[in-house]
């Protein structure tokens, strides 16, 4: 049974062009499009995949959001890791639920959320306030509040040293993630996973050697190309434009004294 649209949750519209507008429901307001006005108390109430007419007649399709839509549209900060990318982070770091992860470099939380979601426990370094905040904000508006039981953001550096102990798995989205390997190797239990999301090949390559020190095992190093394709009766092609490099995941796995 459909779930009814209520006041203080967010929804995404979408119009017949494919524009997506990301909308937190207030009982009273409205939402302003150069295609005219909709009321939210029109979609308190409704259900997801209804469509309705602005004061200009355009027609919009309501519908909840997608982890995969609310991070390409969530408030930011800083730049964000992809769902291509997430996706190929969640992965290479084996996330579980109830693994103990070090994330540091949260930016936005965009990464943060997809470890969430995976049923992480998430302790966050940031070195930025105002991203630590921000994250923090996206987050809870996305998942609620109850995931700050498994969510807590330190303003730290990372760079400096991991407190933590007995980690499952680290993961970073920092300029020079090879700072970091010696205190990972510290906190990380045997077998646990290092992963390190770098926008150039240098950078990984630079991981690469200071895992080669030991003590890892098992490095690897990725990037993710995502294209879409074109389906429209008898014309099927790719599309013009694809999502192309974005940055590389490298892992490595501890190995055990």
Known sequence: MS???????????????GRRYLVSLVEGGDFHTHAGLVSHDTLIGGTEGMQVRTTRNAELTVWRPTLREYVLKMPRGAQVVYPKDSAAILMQADVFPGARVLESGVGSGALSLSLLRAGAVVQGYEIREDFALRAIENVTDFMGTEVTERYQVEVRDCYQGIEAEGLDRVVLDLPEPWQVVPHAAASLDPGGILVAYTPSIVQAAQLREACEAGPWAAASTLEVLHRGWHIKGDAVRPEHRMVGHTGFVTSARRLAD
């Open 3 to 17: 779930r009814e649209l209520e006041a203080g949750e967010l929804v995404l519209l979408t119009d017949r062009k």
